[in-house]
């Protein structure tokens, strides 16, 4: 009977004062808006890489040159020139690696390669490939074929291209057979991609894909690798081939402490763990800052039940006069505070769940059309617990104020 008497008087003060109300409650439901559209944005984001990261297929393996970096300041564990043709030949050899079905070289075209066309240029992401990488991620053309391994033993001048790519340069002729310039080396385009966006790497749309053996000789001129992609025969002996490649680049560099690898081996399931990591300490961070807002909104929440406490002092003394104790009194300012913070959480929760919605699929039109809406669940729990507690932390004040007055001097009260 007092909770059902507390909660009826409590939303009677609310009906009394709509307007000052609904001022009281708009930090909250702020506060609780954006954590409910961090959370759901952020949980989208995650799940699209996480997804295009398994789209690559969970046995394939990336080796990269140097140490792997321990921060965006370490240079050193980034530009490296460890993997070479030699590398290249251990690992293919079945004898040092048993497990590994197909390993193949990544050479990338790094500052922006500049392509022109009959007088139209454009800017793309060039990298040197070969089959394999076309098949781990699925970037079979459209129109034309990929060049083939003999085209990469005579490092032919041939191009697969990406959809936008042809777009700018050719609009709506035909691309196909005719010849780009890349570096003032012209290359006859072979193949053409079908619009696919961006991926966990790069974006496909803007890429241009050539042998890596040309690149090497006619855009890079170096003698080493960036990268080399590989998949395993298995998904159960990906760990195994782990621990093969590192046993034979390290016998290959002389390298006995494992701390000093000039190079990195890493899986799908290390690079999905990674960015569960990230994106998790980016939500987490987001979701502070927008406490503040609770906080604001707790502090105007205080304010606004001390002048209540202020206004009913009459109340408060007649209260008291017929018998109420002062946890009464407590018990039914602290419910005021917090009926008007939990309302505000769960107008917050549904427009955080509305606006998430709206985002996700701008996000789906613009950004990847993968893009998902994800509503955790938690998030509107955690929204609706901090509500909860912000009025009691920020209603127990004016509660006893209002608690610790004297009846008499309170019905004397003007």
């Given at each position: 009977m007092v909770f059902k008497y507390n909660l009826k008087t409590a939303?009677?003060?609310?009906?009394?004062n709509k307007s000052r109300s609904l001022l009281t409650i708009l930090g909250i439901v702020i506060g609780i808006t954006a954590i409910i559209m961090v959370m759901s944005i952020g949980q989208g984001a995650k799940d699209l890489i996480l997804n295009q990261i398994k789209g690559l297929g969970s046995r394939t393996i990336i080796v990269e040159p140097g140490r792997e970096p321990?921060?965006?300041?370490?240079?050193?564990?980034?530009f490296s020139d460890s993997l070479k043709e030699r590398e290249?030949?251990?690992?293919?050899?079945?004898s040092n690696v048993p497990g590994i079905a197909e390993v193949s070289p990544i050479v990338l075209v790094t500052g922006g390669t500049t392509v022109t066309y009959e007088g139209e240029t454009v800017?793309?992401?060039?990298?040197?490939?070969?089959?394999?990488m076309a098949r781990i991620m699925d970037m079979y053309p459209e129109e034309g074929i990929f060049f083939s391994e003999e085209e990469i033993k005579s490092q032919a001048s041939v191009a697969v291209i990406g959809a936008e790519v042809k777009k700018k340069l050719f609009g709506s002729s035909e691309a196909l057979g005719q010849k780009i310039k890349i570096k003032n080396r012209n290359f006859k385009i072979v193949g053409i991609l079908p619009r696919k966006g961006q991926t966990s790497i790069f974006n496909v749309d803007e890429m241009i894909a050539i042998p890596y053996t040309t690149a090497q000789r006619y855009l890079t001129g170096t003698n080493y690798y960036n990268e080399f992609i590989a998949q395993a025969e298995s998904e159960e002996s990906v760990p195994r081939v782990v621990e093969d490649i590192k046993i034979t680049l390290r016998s290959l560099h002389n390298i006995t402490d494992p701390e000093k690898d000039d190079f990195h081996v890493t899986?799908?399931?290390?690079?999905?763990?990674?960015v569960s990591v990230?994106?998790?300490?980016?939500?987490?961070?987001?979701?502070?800052?927008?406490?503040?807002?609770?906080?604001?909104?707790?502090?105007?929440?205080?304010?606004?039940?001390?002048v209540s406490v202020t206004e009913r002092t009459r109340e408060i003394g007649?209260?008291?006069?017929?018998?109420?104790?002062?946890?009464?009194?407590?018990t039914q300012f602290l419910f005021e505070a917090v009926t008007l913070t939990l309302v505000g959480g769960i107008v917050g929760i549904i427009a955080g769940a509305f606006f998430s919605f709206l985002v996700a699929l701008v996000l789906s039109k613009t950004v990847s059309p993968d893009w998902s809406f994800a509503f955790p669940v938690s998030a509107?729990?955690?929204?609706?617990?901090?509500?909860?507690?912000?009025?009691?932390?920020?209603?127990?004040?004016?509660?006893?104020?209002?608690?610790?007055?004297?009846p008499i001097d309170a019905l004397r009260y003007e």
């Open positions: 939303f009677s003060g609310l009906r009394t321990q921060g965006p300041s370490d240079i050193s564990a980034i290249f030949e251990a690992l293919k050899n079945k800017q793309a992401t060039t990298i040197g490939a070969s089959d394999l899986t799908q399931e290390d690079i999905a763990s990674r990230i994106t998790g300490t980016l939500t987490l961070l987001l979701v502070s800052v927008a406490t503040i807002s609770l906080v604001v909104g707790g502090i105007g929440i205080m304010n606004i039940m001390l007649l209260r008291k006069a017929i018998g109420a104790t002062e946890k009464n009194i407590l509107a729990l955690i929204g609706f617990a901090v509500s909860g507690f912000v009025g009691v932390a920020f209603g127990l004040y004016p509660a006893k104020k209002a608690a610790s007055k004297n």
